[in-house]
């Protein structure tokens, strides 16, 4: 916590503070309006299949400008891109969630538990994540977002992480 309240960027969403309270953790952060899952789950309810293409690109430059701010400039990645963990404020995308953020200067860096299958990239499935694990979560969020498929359609862990790692994705919706 204490790295990436020192990390500053406009696509980020600010952490005030945090504090243990009663053996919990409590973090302050700013406001949201809602999340991409959010917004996506609008459009489906409205009969789209997802998120108008102009819209979600928007939000999605956003995204990567954060990521590639992150990557470049503190040499973390984030790890668990994914529509619940990129809240809408005034408009803008900002990356929230950074409970499994990794810094890649360290030896090990191993041993990512807590990883979102459906948009994790293979090297996460070996434990481990390089410079490019964040791109691949946002184009696999961005086909599901814009079409409301995912390029692999696994339901068990096992069955992702193979299908990640040994399959082709199935990008013909896009």
């Given amino acids: 916590m204490e790295r990436i309240r020192g990390v500053q960027h406009p696509f980020l969403l600010t952490l005030e503070r ?3 309270i009663d053996n919990q953790l409590v973090i302050v952060t700013e406001l949201a309006d809602g999340s991409l899952e959010d917004l996506y789950k609008k459009h489906r309810g409205n009969g789209s299949c997802g998120i108008p293409r102009e819209t979600l690109i928007g939000h999605l430059h956003d ?3 954060a990521l ?3 990557h470049q400039q503190y040499q973390l990645q984030h790890l668990d891109i994914k529509p619940g963990n990129l809240l809408i404020i005034g408009g803008h995308v900002k990356v929230a969630d950074f409970g499994l953020l990794k810094d890649l200067r360290e030896a090990e860096c191993s041993s990512v538990g807590g990883l979102t299958p459906v948009y994790a990239p293979p090297e996460l499935f070996d434990g ?4 490019n694990s964040d791109q691949y979560s946002l184009a696999v969020m961005y086909q599901e977002m814009l079409t409301g498929t995912r390029p692999f359609h696994g339901r068990t862990i096992a069955q992702l992480a193979t299908q990640h790692v040994h399959g082709a994705p199935n990008l013909e919706p896009l």
């Fill in 18 to 20: 945090f504090e243990a």
């Fill in 63 to 65: 995204t990567a400008d």
């Fill in 68 to 70: 590639d701010n992150l």
């Fill in 128 to 131: 481990r994540p390089g410079m």
